[in-house]
T-cell receptor, first 112, second 111 residues
Framework: DADVTQTPRNRITKTGKRIMLECSQT?????MYWYRQDPGLGLRLIYY???????NKGEISDGYSVSRQAQAKFSLSLESAIPNQTALYFC???????????FGQGTRLTVV | EDKVVQSPLSLVVHEGDTVTLNCSYE??????LLWYKQEKKAPTFLFML????IEKKSGRLSSILDKKELFSILNITATQTGDSAVYLC???????????FGTGTRLKVLA
């Protein structure tokens, strides 16, 4: 079983729809991250959370929101999806005091 | 603005060749540099470097960090087709534990 699990793995949605991407982890890490990956732009940080009551904006948070429901769960929402949010989305975790990140398998989101 | 730049953007070599991938960074309160290999979806961890001049090795892969010149290199010797992937470099900063990623180097190894 994967230590960091993302659902769904693939999703196609229409412009204007609300969509939620889920991430759960069994590593017991406090820190969780959401990234998006676009060709030629690398991985860009959307939001990150250092514990259950901590939420921080990353480099490209506009159009996204997050919820840290529990230590093990960190969900990313697109309130009104737009085509330029089509990307590969990754959730990652890290342990407090370590800079090594562990990634989920990614969610490929297509907004049409 | 913090940034990480990788070069080359892409590279095509033949099996058995040795390749060197470059990563330069400008990160305030730099803490560590990480290398990942991304084949299909999720990046897999290769190395974490925090000290200058100490080479990390794993089989045919090795990496070293130069904190004075602000760069790292990833070497792959005797390349194999299974080494074909995108190699990502990321830098982290103290106090935030955010990761700043480069755009990656796409390596293709031909049989």
């Amino acid at each position: 079983d994967a230590d960091v699990t993302q659902t769904p793995r693939n999703r196609i949605t229409k412009t204007g729809k609300r969509i939620m991407l889920e991430c759960s982890q069994t590593k017991g890490h406090d820190r969780m991250y959401w990234y998006r990956q676009d060709p030629g732009l690398g991985l860009r940080l959307i939001y990150y959370s250092f514990d259950v009551k901590d939420i921080n904006k990353g480099e490209i948070s506009d159009g996204y929101s997050v919820s840290r429901q529990a230590q093990a769960k960190f969900s990313l929402s697109l309130e009104s999806a737009i085509p330029n949010q089509t990307a590969l989305y990754f959730c990652a975790t890290s342990e407090t005091g370590s800079t090594e990140a562990f990634f989920g398998q990614g969610t490929r989101l297509t907004v049409v | 603005e913090d940034k990480v730049v990788q070069s080359p953007l892409s590279l095509v070599v033949h099996e058995g060749d040795t390749v060197t991938l470059n990563c330069s960074y400008e990160v305030t309160n730099f803490r560590s540099l990480l290398w990942y290999k991304q084949e299909k979806k999720a990046p897999t961890f290769l190395f974490m470097l925090t000290s200058s001049g100490i080479e990390k090795k794993s089989g045919r892969l090795s990496s070293i960090l130069d904190k004075k010149e602000l760069f790292s290199i990833l070497n792959i010797t005797a390349t194999q087709t299974g080494d074909s992937a995108v190699y990502l470099c990321a830098a982290s900063a103290s106090g935030t534990y955010k990761y700043i990623f480069g755009t990656g180097t796409r390596l293709k190894v031909l049989a």
